[in-house]
């Protein structure tokens, strides 16, 4: 509930019946309580001219009209015979908006556009009020000039009532869409192998901060596969979305500048020990006729190394390690080494174990194959042994007739993982 005007005259509250037939003119206009605002803002999104003859209903009416922006928790004003003063007190989280599915750009142009048509708009909106729906409105109108009919909601962006970061805009009908890709400074013998990156992305949903970061990394990961380890990637727009009767679909244009291929060579781990190939290899139990110089298509492998260290770290519990690689290159040799650089984070250990959808003989059963107990670290890659490799045994036989499903909830507060276990019959 919004807190009532207050209308004084000389320090006076004036309630009188007959009072709102009166005409003031007050000799200046001035607002108090909130410098984000310019005096003329506020004249501006209050509708006030100097100069003008005013009644107290009319004023009334001018301060309404700022009081619904959402922008102030609570506003006075105060008319002494010759000043009309009104004090603000500023609305408390504000927030910045954002384009969820929008084909417009954000920053300041799209900013400077909605200043023009709400001068209280300095990049941010209430979470109710009408400078929120203004706004919104304002996005379906920009998006029809661009012969995109769309309904557009807002809904606060983040975890209600404890992270929400921003004000989110998106499209809720129709669907936005990848649409098009455009490939330029492709070599040709990469053109029919990036046709099925492009297909594969082409449908997928628009997202207005993410798609292009997206399709650069989709490609740039597709070159280092084929070992272009230096390949530059820069993806945009291209041209105007095209509005259909389903969807929107959103065209992109993708730049390459490929470089030149590289071998990998061998891989330094933090512990100081050496990877070469046939380890990685070896570790993933990839069998290879070819020999390591023969070798070109070094992420394939890079990714597979990534994996074998990742999944040893996370087998004694590391479960929030991250595995970053640093490519050195040797140019003379035309050989990529590495140097993976890594950040195990906490270790995790097994918690509760959950048993769902078993009889107490099968559940007893379960139980006593659970090899991973309370308090030890926790290792994912054994749940797989759990349900996969139990030998020739009835409990085998079990899981072998049934759909093996498990559950887990990490825990960060306590750096535990509780495990729930599931069959359920196949069909």
Not at 15 to 21: L, N, P, R, V
Not at 61 to 69: A, I, N, P
Not at 107 to 115: F, N, P, S, V
């Given at each position: ?21 009166q ?37 009334g ?9 959402g ?33 417009l ?45 769309a ?7 983040g ?14 009908s ?46 740039e ?37 490929e ?14 020990e ?35 260290v ?18 050195q ?54 749940l797989?042994?759990y ?41």
């Open positions: 509930m919004r807190p009532t005007f207050l209308l004084l005259f000389a320090g006076v509250v004036l309630f009188a019946t007959g009072s709102a037939a005409k003031f003119q007050p000799k200046s206009i001035q607002f108090k309580g909130d410098p984000e605002y310019s005096g003329q803002e506020l004249m501006a999104a209050a509708d006030l001219k100097t100069g003008v003859v005013l009644t107290s209903a009319e004023m009416e001018h301060s309404k009209r700022l009081m619904d922006t922008v102030f928790d609570t506003l006075t004003y105060k008319f002494d015979g010759q000043d009309l003063v009104f004090s603000l007190v500023p609305a408390t989280g504000l927030l910045p908006i954002r384009l969820e599915n929008l084909p750009t954000p920053g300041k142009d799209l900013d400077a556009k909605l200043h023009d048509r709400f001068p209280l708009y300095h990049g941010k909106v209430p979470t109710e009020g009408g400078l929120l729906d203004n706004v919104r409105v304002a996005l379906e109108e920009m998006l029809a000039a661009q012969g995109m009919k309904t557009v909601a807002a809904m606060p962006f975890v209600a009532g404890r992270n929400v970061s921003a004000m989110s805009f998106a499209i809720t129709p669907a936005v869409r990848v649409g098009a890709i455009q490939l330029d400074g492709v070599s040709p013998e990469m053109q029919s192998k990036l046709k099925v990156v492009a297909d594969h992305t082409t449908g997928t949903s628009f997202d207005t901060e993410s798609t292009a970061k997206n399709l650069e990394r989709a490609f990961s597709f070159y280092s596969d084929e070992g272009y380890v230096s390949v530059k990637v820069h993806a945009g727009w291209l041209g105007n979305p095209i509005a259909g009767s389903e969807a929107i679909d959103v065209p992109f244009h993708v730049t390459v500048e470089g030149r291929q590289y071998r990998l060579g061998s891989i330094h781990l933090p512990t100081g050496l990877l070469t190939v046939a380890d990685i290899n070896k570790a993933a139990g990839i069998v290879s006729s070819k020999s390591e110089n023969m070798s070109i298509k070094e992420g394939v492998t890079l990714r597979t190394a990534l994996q074998v990742t999944v040893e770290y996370k087998s004694k519990g590391y479960l929030d390690c991250v595995v970053t690689p640093h490519p290159l040797d140019e003379a040799a035309g050989v990529v080494n590495y140097t993976f650089e890594v950040q195990p984070g906490p270790v995790y250990t097994m918690g509760k174990l959950t048993i769902q959808n078993a009889s107490d003989e099968l559940r007893a059963m379960m139980l006593s194959a659970w090899k991973m107990p309370a308090g030890a670290a926790f290792n994912q890659s054994a797989f042994d349900y996969y490799k139990q030998g020739n045994t009835p409990l085998a036989r079990t899981f072998a007739s049934a759909n093996c499903k498990y559950q887990l909830a990490k825990n960060p507060e306590t750096n535990t993982v509780d495990v729930t276990l599931r069959l359920e019959k196949k069909n």
